[in-house]
């Protein structure tokens, strides 16, 4: 009997010794350490719209194959992390069988970001699903901008005059009344502006044409 005692003791240690060494845990890392949605290598990206309405466009990017699914949200609109659905119009996760995902975001409108202002900056959030929980937050910077570049404003003898020289209004007489930020003056001529007589460019602080 002492020796079936032994036999079966020895058998549950070789047992739990072969689980231990052959399939580690996430429990045993560190939860910063768990592994996160990437993009090309890394955990954030940034991508450029000029439309609040039409869709961000497709998102791809790198997962370990422990992650089981990818949550999201947008940050400032909701706190918690949902279903990929919540951001997306169409989404593909395959992080077990090829290290995967493929996101076509929705519109900064229909992610509900507001207000929407040129020049800002919002950010949605993934986070992977592990049998150890949620993974640190990676990040999708959208930067909305307009479609004409830094825009500027030129007043000139035969009228005001907008990005792309795209005339605004002319006549012998013009009235406007602005609040332009960090103005700064360029006499005619140059920086690549024309000649126009007596003109004054104001344009953005930075920005060279």
């Known amino acids: 009997m002492r020796y079936v ?4 003791i020895l058998g549950l240690s070789v047992f739990n010794l072969a689980c231990t060494q052959a399939t580690p845990e996430f429990e045993q890392l560190d939860p910063n ?3 996160q949605p990437k993009f090309n290598g890394a955990t954030t990206t940034t991508v450029t719209v000029t439309s609040t ?3 961000v466009g497709v998102i791809s990017g790198e997962c370990n194959p422990k992650i089981r699914s990818i949550s999201a949200r947008a940050v400032n609109v909701v706190t918690a992390f949902s279903d990929l659905a919540s951001i ?3 989404s593909s996760v395959t992080c077990s069988s090829d290290g995967k995902f493929t996101l076509t975001l929705k519109s900064l409108t229909d992610l509900g970001f507001s207000p929407l202002t040129l020049e800002n900056t919002y950010e949605v959030q993934l986070k992977g699903f592990t049998s150890a929980g949620l993974s640190p937050a990676s990040s999708i910077f959208i930067r909305y901008t307009s479609s004409l570049g830094n825009p500027y404003i030129r007043f000139a003898g035969g009228g005001v005059h907008g990005a792309g020289d795209a005339t605004i209004a002319t006549g012998g007489g013009v009235r406007a009344e602005l609040r332009v930020n960090h103005m700064t003056l360029a006499t005619p001529g140059t920086g690549g502006f024309p000649t126009d ?7 953005p602080a930075g920005f060279s044409r």
Do not use: E, Q, W
């Open 88 to 90: 997306t119009s169409t």
């Open 5 to 8: 005692g032994r036999f079966l």
């Open 197 to 203: 007589g007596a003109a004054i460019v104001m344009r």
């Open 33 to 35: 350490n768990i592994p």
């Open 53 to 55: 309405g039409n869709p």
